[in-house]
């Protein structure tokens, strides 16, 4: 029973050459973007079943930690920090709170961290970005009728946009909407 274990022990560790892979591999990865913890895990774990044959997931998740750890240790694997990059990045292109939120959430990024992100955020900003993109509202080029009013409405819903901000936005004139995107610059 003693020497199965070992042996269980034993199989279930990494090589040496799997842990210098991985940090090979992640230092490679996190050179070339930034990246999430999650991120970069599934990413080793990936690559790590297509280069080592037969490895356990107990070796898996060693090599996933290691990796992550290592990231970490070279100050290249921050999510607080990727969060808020990330957040005024997408503001500055128009993108709504919920829209942030969830692609953060998709990444693998912590609930509070992207609360803390999206803190500095200001939806009336982007949204007026948003519209400037798509010559909605204020920076419309011809004359407003019902229907395009409605589908311009659902453009905003549609991006993550609370009605009250769509409201506020459609109702600016457009030397309004240019000077309160002046006043504001975001990040």
Known sequence: MTEQTA?????????????????????????????????????IARKAKQKFEGISESQLVILKSAAVEFGRQMHALDDASYAGIRTKSSARAGKSKRVIARKLMDKGVDRQIIDQALAEADDLQAALIFARKRA????????????????EFSAFARNGFSFE?????????RDEAQEALAIQPLG
């Open 7 to 43: 042996d269980d022990e034993e199989a279930s560790a990494p090589t040496p050459r799997m842990l210098a892979w991985v940090r090979n591999s992640a230092a490679y990865r996190l050179s070339r973007k930034m990246m999430t913890e999650r991120e970069l895990a599934d990413a």
């Open 165 to 173: 901000i769509g409201r506020k936005v459609m109702e600016m004139d």
């Open 136 to 151: 909605f509202g204020p920076f419309r080029r011809v004359e407003r009728d019902e229907k395009q009013q409605a589908r």
